[in-house]
């Protein structure tokens, strides 16, 4: 599917790639899942450019979601939007995920948001990549307004690599034409390894800021609260302690879809949560 | 075209994808006769975001130096990209 030029074959020492995984994960840590893959890739070096014949399976089980950067920059700029706040997604969108959206939206006085499905091989629990599409299509078609949201997708694992991986999300997105990113809490973090916010906090690195165009727009959990019926972030609610929102669990939503229960309006759309909920008892 | 951001390290985009059919036939002929590497559906994942142009502007995979700099530094703040390794 593609052809290299080679330029070099290298041997790289178990302990350069244990010190990389250090410096890029922050612990080379072999529990860590990102450090465990990447610790067990080989020790061969093959570098050189590339040029490439075909995008894979993507086009074919993703037709109308994947698209190259190139193709995301002219759908953005035939909407005629400027400034593009993206936000990244492996799950499907309930009610949190639309309003964090919007508010991004809002606060940034931004034309439009990308949602950028990850889209690929699916691990245990996964919602296949289509009923995500139709999904988060569906909460697009009835919850937002016209031409306020572009659904795209790519193919790209989670590494799990916490803050540098914020960094490349955001790269990703500032080559498809976005100005702004959506990150919150923990983003591409697993277990403990990161601390909450520090995903956020590497983009006022110096070298980050001196060559990533893109910026962030910070974001807490956001979610339904009793007092205040509707959703907020939660940052911005210091009086609310957990028993104030309406939070759910994954398990808990697949475990209610599955048993065909209607999840609560405050949570999900309903027109959302018919689509999950026939999928689930489509398993059965 | 609107004003959207500019891409990452360059002018313009550099999609790895051959556009056009001629030399697609001329590198697939060629490749018939290369070593062929089978890859794992991670770093094909990789090949396509590569092609598509997300990872601008590397044109391919780094070095050791360069990726070991990467990691450490965050040079280009491609740091992640970094760690390319293509396997045997």
């Known amino acids: 599917m593609a052809i290299q030029r080679i330029e070099t074959i290298e041997k790289i020492s178990d302990e350069d790639l244990s010190l990389m995984a250090k410096n890029i994960f922050g612990t080379n840590d072999i ?16 570098s050189g450019s590339i040029k490439v014949l075909n995008y894979s399976y993507f086009p074919s089980d993703f037709p109308n979601t994947f698209a190259t950067a190139e193709e995301i920059r002219k759908k953005l700029s035939d909407s005629g939007w400027t400034k593009v706040v993206a936000f990244q997604t492996r799950n499907p969108m309930h009610r949190a995920h639309e309003e964090l959206c919007k508010m991004a939206l809002e606060r940034l006085s931004a ?4 949602i950028h499905m990850t889209l690929g091989k699916l691990k245990e629990g996964d919602i296949p990549g289509d009923i995500r599409d139709a999904a988060i299509r569906k909460m697009v078609e009835i919850y ?57 906090e590497i983009f006022d690195n110096e070298i980050v800021k001196k060559s990533l ?30 028993d104030d929102f309406v939070l ?37 | 075209m609107t004003n959207l951001v500019a891409p990452h ?14 030399e697609k036939d001329n590198v697939i002929t060629q490749s018939k006769k290369l070593h062929q590497l089978k890859l794992n559906s991670a770093a094909a994942a990789n090949a396509v975001m590569l092609a598509a142009g997300y990872f601008t502007p590397l044109e391919g995979y780094m ?12 040079v280009t703040t491609m740091d992640y990209s970094g760690q390319f390794p293509l396997l045997i």
């Open chain 1, 111 to 114: 034309d439009g948001v990308l």
């Open chain 1, 213 to 242: 165009k893109i910026e962030i727009f910070a974001a807490d959990h956001t979610a339904f609260s009793k007092k205040l019926n509707k959703v907020v972030m939660m940052r911005d609610v210091d009086d609310h302690s957990k």
């Open chain 2, 9 to 22: 390290g360059s002018d313009i985009l550099k999609p790895l994808i051959i556009k056009d059919k001629s």
């Open chain 2, 63 to 74: 070095n050791k130096k360069d990726a070991l700099s990467v990691s450490e530094n965050m």
């Open chain 1, 31 to 46: 529990e860590h899942p990102g450090v465990k893959n990447f610790t067990s890739l080989g020790n061969t070096l093959i």
């Open chain 1, 248 to 284: 759910l669990s994954g398990t808990k939503v697949r475990e209610m879809l599955s048993n065909g229960e209607d999840l609560p309006a405050e949570f999900a759309r309903k027109e959302v949560a018919d689509i999950l909920k026939s999928y689930y008892q489509s398993l059965k």
């Open chain 1, 144 to 200: 937002f307004p016209n031409n306020t949201a572009i659904i795209s997708g790519f193919g790209f694992d989670m590494l799990y690599a916490g803050p540098r991986e914020a960094l490349l999300h955001a790269t990703f997105r500032q080559n498809c034409g976005c100005s702004h990113l959506i990150v919150g809490r923990d983003h591409a973090g697993v277990g403990d390894y990161y601390e909450p916010f520090a995903a956020q």
